[in-house]
């Protein structure tokens, strides 16, 4: 019963490790997919904003790893509704060519990025928390007056044309878009913000950022996708760590059953041991001898867990969508998480890596009882069989 429950113990603790480890990895490509699907892969500023981009634009098709690029401005704003006025951060995109940095083109209604005359596109959020609709004639301003343009010059009358869905909370109930031209109009401006730039490798964006660095130097900044939401990356990594090292405490107590079982067995076979060293068997024979029951444990355990885990990874929105049925508990509700389902992502070498953990430490736990076994003296063993 005691070899029954070490066994269990590990197939909990590494079956718990997979599944937590897969939703994880599944956050963070999810997370990944919606920060380089709003923003292009590397965003190119200027202090100031950028006033010729046409022919920064054509300094950046030079460099081999840039597949396309386009400008964009991005500026706070305010919107005036009825019930008052709210900030936002108003982004003018270029029609034609922003889709081929960014998806936003995807995540807009129908799929196309047609502002026609003075058109905004609302995140679904904003619309819904302003109780807005398609064609309703909404007012944006600039917070930041000048003497070229006076405060009452820069406010805007913009139609809704659409609404979109980044699946970032934070994005969909702050962001709005509109054309370029109505972004220079709006705010006065000769100039762009910035220019997104999509490269041939969004995860090899560090290198190209440093080569593009040699070409643009102060004032300009560059800056990747990694580093727009630098904080979240880096929360995301340590929370991955931290979920692993929290676990695995699971399979460490598993390995302390492990380890008792095997300490009750040398007591409990004191005289086998003694039998067998007085018929030739050596220490080290002795030793192997629990090593491996150890290592038997600990592999059936990692087998069992591993498919568990799998199974269980593999299937985690459909047996979610069960324990909401029954408890009538919704265990990942998409109003906080701003996920249709839970993301989980099995990586083989994720596996491979925990189920070689789990064994090491089952290993590891049936040294002790293995050197005591070894140590016993077989004619105090025997003397009273």
């Known amino acids: 019963m005691i070899s029954v429950i070490s066994v269990f113990g590990v197939v909990v603790g590494v079956a718990a490790l997979i ?9 963070d490509i999810e997370i990944k ?33 840039v597949v396309a690029s386009a400008p964009f401005i991005d500026e706070p704003a305010f919107i005036k509704y009825e019930r008052g006025v709210i900030g936002i951060l108003l982004r003018g995109l270029d029609e034609k060519r922003e889709g081929a940095v960014s998806n936003v083109k995807e995540y807009v209604d129908g799929g196309t990025l047609n502002f026609g005359e003075n058109g905004i ?12 609709k398609k064609g309703d004639e909404i007012t944006v301003f600039s917070p930041y007056p000048n003497e070229k343009f006076p405060y009452d010059q820069k406010r805007g ?14 994005y969909d109930a702050n962001l709005a878009f509109v054309s370029l031209e109505s972004a220079k109009a ?8 910035g220019i997104g730039i999509k490269v041939d490798n969004e995860f090899n964006v560090n290198k190209i950022k440093r080569s593009l660095q040699g070409t643009f130097r102060y004032p300009f900044t560059i800056k990747s996708w990694m580093d727009l939401d630098k904080n979240l990356m880096r929360a995301l990594a340590i929370e991955k760590k931290m979920m692993f090292i929290i676990l ?73 969508d069960q324990v909401e049925k029954i408890t009538g508990f919704s265990l990942f509700p998409s109003d906080i998480y701003y996920l249709s389902e839970i993301p989980a992502k099995i990586v083989p070498g994720d596996i491979a890596f925990i189920a070689v953990f789990a064994l090491f430490l089952a290993v590891l736990a049936s040294l002790y009882p293995a050197w ?14």
């Open 157 to 170: 009358k913009f139609t809704m044309v659409g609404t979109f869905v980044s699946g970032r909370y934070d």
């Open 33 to 65: 997919e919606k920060i380089i699907g709003t923003y292009s892969h590397i965003v190119l500023l200027k202090e100031g904003g950028i006033e010729n981009e046409e022919d920064t634009m054509r300094v950046l098709s030079k460099n081999k790893h």
């Open 248 to 320: 695995a405490l699971i399979i460490l107590v598993a390995c302390f059953n492990i380890a008792s079982s095997l300490i009750m067995q040398v007591l409990e076979k004191t005289k086998d041991i003694g039998i067998l060293r007085a018929i030739g068997a050596t220490a080290g024979s002795i030793r192997m001898i629990f090593i491996f029951l150890g290592f038997m444990t600990g592999i059936l355990g990692v087998f069992l867990g591993s498919l568990c885990g799998i199974f269980i990874a593999g299937n985690i929105n459909v047996i979610a």
């Open 372 to 385: 005591k076994a070894s140590r016993l003296n077989p004619i105090e063993a025997i003397r009273y069989e």
């Open 121 to 132: 596109i609302l995140g679904r959020e904003l619309a819904k928390a302003l109780r807005l």
């Open 19 to 27: 599944v937590v480890i897969s939703i994880m990895t599944g956050f």
């Open 186 to 193: 709006l705010f006065g401006k000769n100039s762009v913000s």
